[in-house]
């Protein structure tokens, strides 16, 4: 059974960085793709960063370029999402992803809808 636990957020002031972890367990495939989400609130969740197997090649919304960075850890099984010069903005539930997949070939997408797995997610609050 395929679990993602998030953790490590919470309140800060803007400005300040934090590092969320995703702790990932019983990963069907070995080919994947992984990503975070979020929704602030009053919004629909919105797309932040995806990460792909292959040489760990990443994507970002252009919301969060050169703040953000998604980066893994495959020997503790933990996606990570670096998250610094943090805004009121950024203010949200974060979600960690993830789809499996047995295609090498599988290509990552940025679509919550194409995500087969998600944590239950961790609140960021920034203030201002």
């Known amino acids: 059974q395929v679990q993602l636990v998030e953790s490590g957020g919470g309140l800060v002031q803007a400005g300040d960085s934090l590092r969320l972890s995703c702790a990932i367990s019983?990963?069907?495939?070995?080919?994947?793709?992984m990503g975070w989400f979020r929704q602030p609130p009053g919004k629909e969740r919105e797309f932040v960063a995806v990460?792909?197997?292959?040489?760990?090649?990443?994507f970002y919304a252009d919301s969060v370029k050169g703040r953000f960075t998604i980066s893994e850890d495959n020997a503790k099984n933990t996606l990570y999402l670096q998250m610094n010069s943090l805004k009121p903005e950024d203010t949200a539930v974060y979600y960690c992803?993830?789809?499996?997949?047995?295609?090498?070939?599988?290509?990552?997408?940025?679509?919550?809808?194409?995500?087969?797995?998600w944590g239950k997610g961790t609140l960021v609050t920034v203030s201002s």
């Open positions: 992803a993830a789809r499996f997949s047995q295609d090498t070939l599988v290509v990552a997408s940025t679509h919550a809808d194409d995500m087969d797995y």
């Open positions: 990460l792909h197997w292959i040489g760990d090649s990443t």
């Open positions: 019983g990963r069907p495939f070995p080919n994947y793709y």
